[in-house]
C-alpha cells in the first residue's frame, strides 16, 4: 500500500542552525511529492512540489528538497532556520489509484530556539 | 492568485443545530476537496468532488452532508453534530486535469468548528 513517512515528530534547532526534515515514501509508481507548512490554527501552505526533472526542488520561504528515488526520500532542508520556521511540515504524495488523492505523512513539528 | 477561501474562520454550533461551511475558489480549479484535521494530525480527506460530481465519499457519517452547487463553490452542511466532531476543516482545491497526475492542491484557512 502507498504511504508516507516523517520519522521525526518533533524537531528542534537553534535560530540560524540548519534543518533537514526527513520524508519517506512507498509507492509503486513515479511519485509526485510535496512539502506542506502549518502554523498553529491555519491552513496548508505549499513550500514546494517535485513532478520530475532536476531532483533537487527550490520552494518558497528559502526551503529545498532532495529527491532520492534510490533511497525512497524527500527530504527537507534550509541552511538558515529563522524563528518564523516554528510549525508543522507534512509531508505527502499524490496518489492517482481511481480519483486523485493525497497521503499525507503524520507531520513534524518544528521549534525553534531563539 | 492560488486562494482559496473558507468562511466562517470561526464556528460554534449545539448538538442540535445545523450550519453550513463554505468554500470559495476562482482559479479554475475543477476538484475541490474536504479535510477534516484533528489537533497534532495530518489532514484526513473527507469527499472529494471532480467536475461538480462526488467522487470519493471516505465513509463520512451522514451527519456530514457535501453540496458542490457549481465548480468554484463548495459547502459542507452539518447536521446532529457530535462534540468529537471538532476540528479544523479544511478545503482544497486542484486543477483535476484528465489522465494528469502533476496535480497540486491548494487550502484554505480553514473552518475552526466547536461543538458543544
Known amino acids: 500500500a502507498q504511504s508516507v513517512t516523517q520519522p521525526d515528530i518533533h524537531i528542534t534547532v537553534s535560530e540560524g542552525a540548519s534543518l533537514e526534515l526527513r520524508c519517506n515514501y512507498s509507492?509503486?509508481?513515479?511519485?509526485?511529492l510535496f512539502w506542506y507548512v502549518q502554523s498553529p490554527g491555519q491552513g496548508l501552505q505549499l513550500l514546494l512540489k517535485?513532478?520530475?526533472?532536476?531532483?533537487l526542488v527550490q520552494g518558497i520561504k528559502g526551503f529545498e528538497a532532495e529527491f532520492k528515488r534510490s533511497q525512497s526520500s524527500f527530504n527537507l532542508r534550509k541552511p538558515s532556520v529563522h524563528w518564523s520556521d516554528a510549525a508543522e511540515y507534512f509531508c505527502?504524495?499524490?496518489?492517482?489509484?481511481?480519483?486523485?488523492?493525497?497521503?499525507f505523512g503524520t507531520g513534524t513539528r518544528l521549534k525553534v530556539l531563539a | 492568485d492560488t486562494e482559496v477561501t473558507q468562511t466562517p474562520k470561526h464556528l460554534v454550533m449545539g448538538m442540535t443545530n445545523k450550519k453550513s461551511l463554505k468554500c470559495e475558489q476562482h482559479m479554475g480549479h475543477r476538484a475541490m476537496y474536504w479535510y477534516k484535521q484533528k489537533a497534532k494530525k495530518p489532514p484526513e480527506l473527507m469527499f472529494v468532488?471532480?467536475?461538480?460530481?462526488?467522487?470519493i465519499n471516505e465513509s463520512v457519517p451522514s451527519r456530514f452532508s457535501p453540496e458542490c452547487p457549481n465548480s468554484s463553490l463548495l459547502n459542507l452542511h452539518l447536521h446532529a453534530l457530535q462534540p468529537e466532531d471538532s476540528a479544523l476543516y479544511l478545503c482544497?482545491?486542484?486543477?483535476?486535469?484528465?489522465?494528469?497526475?502533476?496535480?497540486?492542491?491548494?487550502f484554505g484557512p480553514g473552518t475552526r468548528l466547536l461543538v458543544l
Open positions: 505527502a504524495v499524490g496518489d492517482y489509484s481511481g480519483t486523485y488523492k493525497y497521503i
Open positions: 482544497a482545491s486542484s486543477q483535476d486535469r484528465s489522465g494528469s497526475r502533476k496535480e497540486t492542491q491548494y
Open positions: 517535485y513532478f520530475s526533472g532536476d531532483t
Open positions: 468532488y471532480s467536475y461538480e460530481k462526488l467522487s
Open positions: 509507492y509503486g509508481a513515479t511519485p509526485y
